[in-house]
């Protein structure tokens, strides 16, 4: 089996559903209203608008990409995690997995 195919069956369905998780994405805007960020659920950013520029002092800027970022990315980690928790024919070894990361993330 070549990288492109897709296997058919259960484990098929389930990598299908793995790639609609991890393609959505999730938008998240700073408190402020400067920036607006997109991050997926392959815990990238894909974008980083800049939505207002008058009187931007670049300390503000800073801490305001700097937040929007962070909430994008944990938005997408909880909810990419969620959903695969979710999933039906999830492999236990992956549950577990999925368990010992959130159980890492929480003790930081």
């Known amino acids: 089996m070549t990288e492109s195919e897709t296997p058919t069956g259960a484990d098929g369905d389930v990598l ?3 790639r609609e998780i991890q393609a959505r994405s999730y938008t998240v805007r700073s408190d402020d209203g400067t920036v607006e960020v997109v991050a997926n659920g392959e815990f990238k950013l894909s974008t980083v608008t800049l939505l207002q520029t008058h009187d931007l002092q670049p300390t503000r800027l800073s801490r305001a990409v700097n937040e929007a ?3 994008a990315l944990e938005q997408a980690r909880v909810a990419t995690t969620q ?3 979710e999933l039906e024919g999830l492999p236990p070894e992956l549950a577990k997995l999925l368990d010992t990361g959130t159980a ?3 003790n930081r």
Do not use: M, S
């Open 69 to 71: 970022c962070g909430r």
């Open 104 to 106: 890492d993330k929480e």
């Open 83 to 85: 959903a695969i928790r």
């Open 16 to 18: 299908d559903r793995l």
